[in-house]
C-alpha cells in the first residue's frame, strides 16, 4: 500500500518558469511532510517541510503547499534554475514516530 | 560539504568477506540512521539508532550488523552478503529521533556485491 504517491517520474521545465511538482498522500494520520532533493551520487539533501496545521511554507524560491481535504501537497520552485535539476522525493511522518514514508520521486529537469 | 562523513565511498566485496562501513557527524545529533537504496527507488530504513541505543531494527538480516561507539559514529558491519544486496548505503543523522527532524544524509557507499 503506497501511503505517498508522486505519480510523476519525471518533469521538464524552462529555465525561469515555475516547476510544480505534486505528492498525494493515503494516511489521514500523518501530520507532517518534507521534501528532499536528491542529484546523483549523492545523498538527499532536506529541502523544506510543512505541518499539518499550515497550508503553506515558504523558504525563498520554495513554496510548498498542503491541501488536507484533497490529502495533496505540492512544491513549487520560482524561478526554476539549472541547478534544480534533481531526483525530488516527498516524504510523509507522524510527529510521534520515527519512520519517514518516502514516494517514489520525481525526475526534474530544468532546460536553458 | 556534506556535514555526515561516509567511508568507503565504493565497495566491491564477494559473498564471503566480511566488511564495515563508517559514519561520522559532528552536529551533535542524538539520532543517526542506516538507509539503503536502490535505483530509482526511494530510500529504505534500515536501522535507528537513538542516543546511541539501537530503537529500531526495520527486520533487517542479520548478515547487517550495525554498531555506534559513540554519540558521533555509526558503523554497519557486513557479512556473507547477496548479490541482491549491493545499492548505495546511506547513512544520516538528524536532531531528534523523530520523523519531524529533518534528515541529514552523507553521500553514501556504493556497495556491490559478487
Known amino acids: 500500500d503506497q501511503q505517498v504517491k508522486q505519480n510523476s517520474p519525471s518533469l521538464s521545465v524552462q529555465e525561469g518558469r515555475i516547476s510544480i511538482l505534486n505528492c498525494d498522500y493515503t494516511?489521514?494520520?500523518?501530520?507532517?511532510f518534507l521534501w528532499y532533493k536528491k542529484y546523483p551520487a549523492e545523498g538527499p539533501t532536506f529541502l523544506i517541510s510543512?505541518?499539518?496545521i499550515k497550508d503553506k511554507n515558504e523558504d525563498g524560491r520554495f513554496t510548498v503547499f498542503l491541501n488536507k481535504s484533497a490529502k495533496h501537497l505540492s512544491l513549487h520552485i520560482v524561478p526554476s534554475q539549472p541547478g534544480d535539476s534533481a531526483v525530488y522525493f516527498c516524504?510523509?511522518?507522524?510527529?510521534?514516530?520515527?519512520?519517514?514514508?518516502w514516494g517514489a520521486g520525481t525526475k526534474l529537469i530544468i532546460k536553458p | 560539504d556534506t556535514e555526515v562523513t561516509q567511508t568507503p565511498k565504493h565497495l566491491v566485496m564477494g559473498m564471503t568477506n566480511k566488511k564495515s562501513l563508517k559514519c561520522e557527524q559532528h552536529m551533535g545529533h542524538r539520532a543517526m540512521y542506516w538507509y539503503k537504496q536502490k535505483a530509482k527507488k526511494p530510500p529504505e530504513l534500515m536501522f535507528v539508532?537513538?542516543?546511541?541505543?539501537?530503537?529500531i531494527n526495520e527486520s533487517v538480516p542479520s548478515r547487517f550488523s550495525p554498531e555506534c561507539p559513540n554519540s558521533s559514529l555509526l558503523n554497519l558491519h557486513l557479512h556473507a552478503l547477496q548479490p541482491e544486496d549491493s545499492a548505495l548505503y546511506l547513512c544520516?543523522?538528524?536532531?531528534?529521533?523523530?520523523?519531524?527532524?529533518?534528515?541529514?544524509f552523507g553521500n553514501g557507499t556504493r556497495l556491490t556485491v559478487t
Open positions: 516524504a510523509g511522518t507522524m510527529d510521534s514516530n520515527y519512520q519517514l514514508i
Open positions: 539508532y537513538s542516543y546511541e541505543k539501537l530503537s
Open positions: 544520516a543523522s538528524s536532531q531528534y529521533g523523530t520523523g519531524v527532524s529533518p534528515l541529514h
Open positions: 510543512i505541518s499539518s
Open positions: 494516511n489521514s494520520m500523518f501530520d507532517y
